[in-house]
């Protein structure tokens, strides 16, 4: 036990990126007593979601773990770890300066009948993980809220929101107090180590400077493909552009109480935000420049937005671009040669996901080092 964890006291990491998928990495790694660098240019920057240094920070921090209709496979699997593994993670990360809950429920509201047909499967599949139909009294209160008669919905009492904001800085914290290295530097290009037997690979930062290292883990997103491509790995990535609005209700009465922590209606999610302020964002566009047609798209709902959502006042609004993996499944978590390894491409659900994919890390890196 003892050799174990020296070696592992040995062995260096670097994690490259830090959104929520070269965060937590570092996180789990660091935990599991690896001597870990986080390396981005804007690692130590002031977090907030008014101009967002990446992607995560201008999520919602949705977690749609259970609501998902499959119930086997892949997805499902990195879903269902995630959500057992979260819990156990704010445990860990919340302090006495830090309180990052788990808001619960969500609400889906169907906008089609085969959509309320996939619920009424999904409610008799998942019951034991709190999955249920809205009854008469619900619905009404959605209708009346959305001034339609909707065709039916879901809660999900188990699936709800992180707030990736106070998320970010208390796994920051975290990191400080595993001693997880964080170094502010861009990163030029990575190569194999040809002048050293101990340490395979050698990264170049700005500046002239370099660090050899035993393992990379590559979360960069849409720059992964500029790492990665000089070593003669093709990896296919496309922008995915995120909006976010929030808008300020005038003169209504939205019975607050009511509310879950986040409403999925056509895709878009609703969260209610200080007093009368509702944000209002969705994952749908390809590109990374924001359109006006987009945004106009997404506030009318499809010509079906209510009175008091075409009325409001859009107070703030941000973007962020996440990677799409073109022709693999979403995420992309690989070993692409010995010590050299990705961690990318959840584009939709990249909070969601960060703990299984961060596990799959550590778990290939474990065996590796065994040898």
Same mark, same amino acid.
């Given at each position: 036990?003892n050799?174990? #964890? ?8 670097s994690?490259i ?5 070269g965060?937590?990495?570092?996180f789990? +790694? ?24 990446n ?8 977690l ?6 499959k119930?086997?496979g ?11 593994? @979260?819990?156990? @993670?704010?445990i ?6 830090s ?6 429920p ?13 619920m ?7 019951q034991?993980?709190?999955?249920? +139909? ?17 065709i ?9 929101r ?11 914290k975290?990191?400080?107090?595993? #001693?997880?290295?964080k170094?502010?530097n ?8 040809l ?5 395979? @690979? ?28 000089p070593?003669?790995h ?12 929030? +808008?300020?209700?005038?003169n209504?009465?939205m019975? @607050? ?6 409403l ?9 935000h ?11 566009e ?6 006006l ?18 009325q ?8 962020g671009?996440?990677?799409?993996? #073109?022709?693999e ?13 990705i ?5 939709r ?13 550590? +778990? ?8």
């Amino acid at each position: 036990m003892n050799s174990q #964890k020296a070696n592992k006291n040995q062995t260096e990491i670097s994690v490259i990126g830090g959104g929520i998928a070269g965060i937590t990495t570092a996180f789990y +790694l660091g935990k599991k007593g690896y001597k870990v660098n986080l390396i981005d240019p804007r690692v130590n920057s002031e977090i907030n979601n008014l101009s967002p240094t990446n992607g995560t920070q201008a999520a919602l921090g949705v977690l749609m773990g259970n609501v998902h209709k499959k119930s086997k496979g892949r997805s499902f699997l990195l879903r269902n770890k995630s959500m057992k593994l @979260w819990k156990k @993670w704010l445990i860990e990360i919340n302090s006495s300066d830090s309180n990052v809950s788990f808001e619960k429920p969500l609400v889906k509201l169907a906008s089609s009948e085969k959509e309320y047909q996939s619920m009424i499967e999904l409610s008799k599949n998942k019951q034991e993980y709190g999955i249920e +139909l809205l009854d008469k009294t619900s619905l009404n209160f959605w209708n009346s809220i959305f001034e339609k008669k909707l065709i039916g919905g879901l809660i999900s009492t188990e699936d709800g929101r992180l707030n990736p904001i106070n998320l970010i800085k208390s796994l920051l914290k975290s990191l400080d107090q595993i #001693k997880v290295n964080k170094i502010e530097n861009s990163v030029i290009k990575i190569r194999k180590n040809l002048t050293s037997n101990k340490k395979r @690979w050698k990264i170049y930062l700005e500046n002239n400077q370099y660090i050899n290292q035993d393992f990379i883990v590559i979360c960069t997103a849409l720059n992964t493909q500029k790492l990665v491509k000089p070593l003669g790995h093709e990896i296919l990535l496309e922008p995915i552009l995120g909006q976010v609005f929030e +808008l300020e209700l005038e003169n209504i009465n939205m019975n @607050w109480n009511k509310w879950p922590a986040i409403l999925n209606y056509q895709s878009i999610n609703f969260i209610h935000h200080n007093s009368n302020n509702m944000i209002v964002g969705a994952t749908v566009e390809n590109g990374n420049i924001p359109s006006l047609s987009e945004k106009k798209e997404m506030l009318n709902m499809n010509n079906t937005a209510p009175k008091w959502m075409r009325q409001a006042k859009v107070c703030r609004e941000w973007n962020g671009i996440r990677a799409r993996p #073109k022709n693999e499944a979403s995420p992309l978590i690989k070993e692409l040669e010995p010590g050299l390894l990705i961690n990318t491409g959840q584009y939709r659900n990249g909070i969601l996901l960060a703990p299984s994919c961060a596990e799959w890390i550590g +778990l290939k890196i474990d065996i590796a080092n065994q040898y």
